[in-house]
């Protein structure tokens, strides 16, 4: 009986120790859950409110103060500025509509010089030099089938209309030579010779002109559409300038949200928070030892296994059955063997 006793004891102790023990860790858990929502709200993102000479912040919170809208009002004059301005973007964009109708001149008339460049730079140099010298041939002719007649008629007035002199022999090609004519008319075809010879050296000239010329044109041509489409694109410039006015006016008003946006991030403090979190955390690990610890279980948990203990329970109940109680602990008791397993040590 006195055996079972001292492992009641026993027993009884370590439910009290292991209650004390459960106890202190549920005080840690709770003192570690209180460092991190300490940590959490010092961390926590706390904008400011911010009023300037263009508008103000607004921030909304919930119970919990975390943010949950944000928002700014900009001051009546700058809204009175951004709605004059509204007007003015309105009338840009309606002119940068009515470009392409302003322009299409220049659209028109680049079609149609690119078509009549096209025509230019349809002929070669060369057919455009053989037209040349045909063109002024025609208007020579009169002239000079004028002179031929003035010549022949004074050559027979003046008896001298069959003579001819002058006459070469063939060329050693084969070619013929020149034919007999009277004086006055070899002048007169030597003239008309050195004549076409110019007009030939002209028609070079004037098929290389025709050519850069229809080249020309085209170049003109694609100014003229390159202008037309760059007008139509700074026809944009009033409706974007006042675009742009109006964006600077919203940044003004932006600025006080901005401000508080800042001065709020600002204020948050890391490190305070980590240095709230480290030392509840270690508070709470230093605590748990203290906590833990139960003097009564310890005192019964010691007594249970104190050896004068033991006597005097087993003499309180007379020790008749020391031996007895001594048998009905298992092999692996420690007092089932050695001097504390002799009966007698008990009586």
């Known amino acids: 009986m006195p055996a079972f006793i001292t492992a009641g004891a026993s027993l009884l102790g370590g439910l009290i120790q292991g209650n004390a023990a459960k106890s202190a860790a549920k005080t840690q858990a709770n003192a570690q859950l209180k460092a991190a929502q300490l940590a959490a709200d010092e961390a926590r993102f706390r904008p400011v409110g911010i009023t300037t000479r263009f508008g103000q912040s607004q921030f909304q919170t919930d119970a919990n103060g975390r943010v949950i809208g944000a928002g700014y009002e900009v001051s009546p004059e700058l809204r009175a500025y951004q709605d ?37 730079l349809a002929e070669s140099p ?122 600077q006016l919203e940044a003004l008003g932006q600025q006080p949200l901005e401000l508080g946006i800042n001065i709020g991030s600002k204020g948050q403090s890391n490190a305070a928070a980590q240095a709230i979190l480290s030392g509840g955390m270690g508070a709470a690990q230093s605590n748990f030892a203290a906590n833990a610890y139960n003097p009564f279980a310890t005192a019964l948990t010691q007594a249970s296994q104190n050896p004068a203990f033991q006597r005097g329970v087993g003499n309180l109940f007379g020790g008749s059955n020391a031996a007895a109680d001594i048998a009905a602990f298992p092999a692996g008791n420690p007092y089932a063997t050695g001097e504390y397993s002799n009966p007698g040590y008990w009586t």
């Open 126 to 247: 060369e057919q455009a030099a053989q037209k040349y010298m045909a063109g002024q041939q025609n208007l020579l002719a009169p002239s000079r089938e004028r002179q031929m007649a003035q010549l022949q008629n004074s050559l027979f007035q003046t008896g001298r209309g069959g003579l001819s002199v002058g006459a070469t022999g063939a060329r050693p090609s084969g070619a013929a030579g020149l034919g007999a004519a009277s004086p006055e008319l070899e002048a007169y075809y030597n003239a008309i010779a050195q004549q076409d010879a110019q007009l030939a050296a002209g028609a070079q000239q004037a098929g290389m002109d025709q050519a850069r010329f229809g080249a020309g044109l085209l170049g003109t041509a694609g100014n003229l559409l390159t202008q037309g489409y760059q007008g139509q694109a700074a026809a944009l410039g009033p409706y974007e300038a006042y675009l742009a006015q109006m964006k």
């Open 84 to 120: 004059r301005l509204m007007g003015l973007t309105g009338g840009g964009l309606s002119q940068a509509e009515m470009a392409q109708q302003q322009f299409a001149p220049l659209q028109q008339g680049a079609q149609g010089l690119f078509g009549l460049g096209q025509q230019y």
